[in-house]
């Protein structure tokens, strides 16, 4: 315990660290993942092709493998990043998660009735009208709950980031344990219930929206 209050200024450290992380990555996945929604239900064949291949490719590749690639096979073909640790760590979370996003938001479109779209296209709405100012906003809205579990998975797979140079709750947790074995519970403890700081209020947040949701309907 003694350890945990003496360091607890490195401890703040790697949780904002996670924090960010967690934040940036889950932002653009969000971006991402809507553009990869919208491939996927577009009529035009390549899109569409594109954005299925995408999500079946990254969804089932494992996330420390996406790890390994963005950190020491890209700079070899000339990507290098500003900062090793923390950019490598964005775009391999990004690109997984937005996977997920998508698959999420798909569902939200495949919920809003079908004939909604089609009395936009009625009254002369392009596709891309239909689906940004009709569609999306609806699957939006009942796609927050199973987005915010993805952003739960988000923060959990930041610990991935420990062992591919970014300094962030779990790699602070092994550098005490490793100097503070006696402590090495209590340190574990504290750690663990940082994450929990992040992830429960998701959780109670995806609750409720998911009750505004249903009494919505």
Known sequence: MTTFIEEFGLIWGAFLATLTLTA???????VWGTALATMRVSPVGPLRSFGTAYVELVRNT????????????????????????????????????SSFVCEALRSGVNSVGIGQAEAARSIGLTFGQT??????????????????????????????????AYTEIVAIQQRLTNAHPSDGFFIFFGLALMYLVITIPLGLLAGQVERKVAFAR
Do not use: C, D, H
């Not at 940036?24 to 969000?30: H, I, K, P, Q, Y």
């Not at 790890?67 to 923390?86: D, K, M, R």
């Open 24 to 30: 940036v990555s889950g932002a653009l996945a969000l």
């Open 62 to 97: 494992p996330l420390t493998l996406m790890f390994f690639f963005w950190v020491f096979v890209a700079p070899s073909f000339g990507l290098l990043f500003p900062e090793l640790g923390f950019w490598p760590a964005v775009v391999a979370l990004t690109l997984y998660t």
């Open 131 to 164: 689906l940004s100012q009709v569609v999306l906003p609806q699957a939006w809205r009942t796609s927050i709950p199973p987005l915010i579990s993805v952003l739960i998975a988000l923060t959990k797979n930041t610990s991935v980031a420990a062992g591919f």
